[in-house]
């Protein structure tokens, strides 16, 4: 990638664990977001609970780097009006890197100080974060998601609640006008940070404020509040949508790797959805996965009949492809071109304890593991030494205790095994004795118990230009 996903470099200290009963603002320093914190503030002192405020410093402009002491100086002011209050405590991250390739400066910062608010509050001990989003941001999220062209979930603007990874993410001012919010900071004389990005037109959002905003505005005084309903409606709308969408997964995922990345559909019932209903079903899918894949490849998927038998895979976004095979689709990282060692190599690769082994003649990393819990493994005994070699013509592997050994190229056909599950090398043992396949797993001829060793091999991901342009698309 030509860029880094957002990493937080922490600045104050997280062992300032704060008490039990606590109240999370997330706090830009902008007069948004201090005057919901001078407001949850008031009203946790007088419940008795304490406030902290979450600070993000992007790093995107230098006089960022000042905010956190301006913002620590004005609680220290609001402290010495208030005594009677507990102070705020402050925590602040700086996010390091940069966006990836292809990827916006806004999406990439937005996931960024997710991330980060979301560290924090774990580290604190806090389930709960305000966040000061109120109507006109949710009127200008819904604009600027339908110029985008967005369905329902993009038009649904921001929830009032939404838990994610267990932090619910509140936002208490979403029906609120942002002019009664100027009149408090007024009103209690709150000073804030004036961010200069915020008049940089390169952003969409600030566009639309300083250009179409006031035209819309004066020629429609009641826009604001009819666009903010309008985005309740489409949550509403979706909601509605989400139970069809679980219906349909219910009749068409036969079944389901535990870490949702894997399904197996009943092919039959996928093609009698609609393409409708077939979109809806994969963009739920990846967005539960944390993909968001552009429109027109997920169109372009729910209208394609996928021929059985083929074998195809599709680029989802920087990181991840789908690929599909006899029924199933995985979602997976974006991998590499097989690497194509000599035919005659063989590697020894000694094992005294479980680990993870780089491969680079096979471009991966070969695991070695106990099976969790009752599961069953082989019983090796360990010091081993195992060999990796290629596959060869007169390879035989027994699937079943009794039954007949087989080519490989029968049994992963039998077996339904896709040519990217099939990469990386086979692994014998020393006299050469096949032992264990990629995709297909043990041999049946080897020896298992319970708490046995399991094997995984994992190819290394794509990097930029692994793949040439359009190598993935059907």
């Not at 602040?92 to 806004?106: D, F, H, I, T, Y």
């Not at 990282?333 to 479980?354: C, F, G, I, N, V």
């Not at 990629?438 to 001829?445: K, M, T, V």
């Amino acid at each position: 990638m030509s860029g880094s996903s957002p990493t937080v470099g922490l600045s104050t200290p997280a062992s300032a664990e704060p008490r039990a009963a606590t109240v999370a603002v997330a706090c830009s320093g902008g007069s948004d977001s201090m005057a919901l914190l001078w407001l949850a503030w008031r009203c946790a002192s007088a419940l008795d609970l304490r406030t902290v405020a979450l600070h993000v410093d992007h790093g995107l402009q230098a006089v960022s780097a000042g905010w956190p002491g301006f913002i620590q100086d004005e609680l220290v002011r609001w402290s010495q009006h208030h005594p009677q209050w507990p102070p705020i405590a402050l925590h602040v991250r700086r996010l390091e890197g940069r966006p990836a390739r292809g990827q916006s400066m806004e999406a990439w910062a937005r996931e960024g100080r997710y991330r980060a608010l979301h560290e924090m509050a774990h580290e604190l001990g806090l389930d709960l974060v305000l966040l000061a989003h109120h109507q006109r941001d949710q009127a200008e999220t819904f604009l600027l998601q339908a110029l985008r062209g967005a369905g329902p979930q993009g038009l649904a603007g921001m929830p009032p609640l939404q838990w994610r990874q267990g932090v619910c993410w509140a936002r208490p001012l979403l029906g609120h006008d942002p002019g009664a919010l100027s009149k408090l900071v007024s009103q209690a004389g709150l000073r804030c940070v004036e961010d200069p990005s915020n008049q940089d037109p390169r952003w969409a959002r600030n566009r639309l404020r300083q250009s179409v905003w006031p035209a819309l505005q004066a020629a429609f005084t009641q826009a604001q509040p009819a666009l903010a309903r309008a985005a309740q409606r489409c949550a509403q709308a979706l909601e509605t949508l989400d139970l069809g969408v679980q219906a349909d997964r219910a009749r068409v995922v036969v079944d389901a790797s535990d870490d949702g990345h894997r399904w197996r559909l009943n092919e039959p019932a996928w093609r009698a959805l609609s393409p409708a209903r077939r979109s809806h079903l994969l963009r739920a899918w990846w967005a539960s996965l944390g993909i968001a894949a552009p429109s027109t490849l997920v169109d372009r998927l729910a209208a394609d009949e996928w021929p059985v038998g083929a074998m195809r895979r599709w680029p989802l976004d920087e990181d991840h492809e789908l690929r599909g095979y006899r029924g199933q689709l995985v979602v997976g990282p974006r991998a590499r071109p097989p690497t194509e060692p000599p035919k005659d190599l063989t590697l020894d690769l000694h094992w005294s304890r479980a680990g993870s082994k780089r491969v680079a003649a096979w471009a991966g990393r070969l695991a070695l593991r106990r099976a969790p819990g009752a599961g069953v493994g082989a019983a090796l005994a360990l010091p081993c030494t195992l060999q990796l070699r290629g596959r060869r013509a007169d390879d035989q592997f027994q699937l079943q205790p009794g039954a007949t050994a087989r080519s490989l190229k029968k049994q992963f056909q039998s077996q339904a095994v896709a040519a990217w599950d099939r990469m990386g090398p086979v692994v014998a043992d020393t006299q050469g004795t096949l032992l264990w396949v990629p995709g297909l797993g043990w041999d049946a001829r080897v020896p298992r118990v319970a708490g046995g060793w399991l094997l995984e091999w994992t190819g290394d991901a794509a990097g930029p230009g692994d793949w040439p342009e359009g190598a993935l698309h059907p």
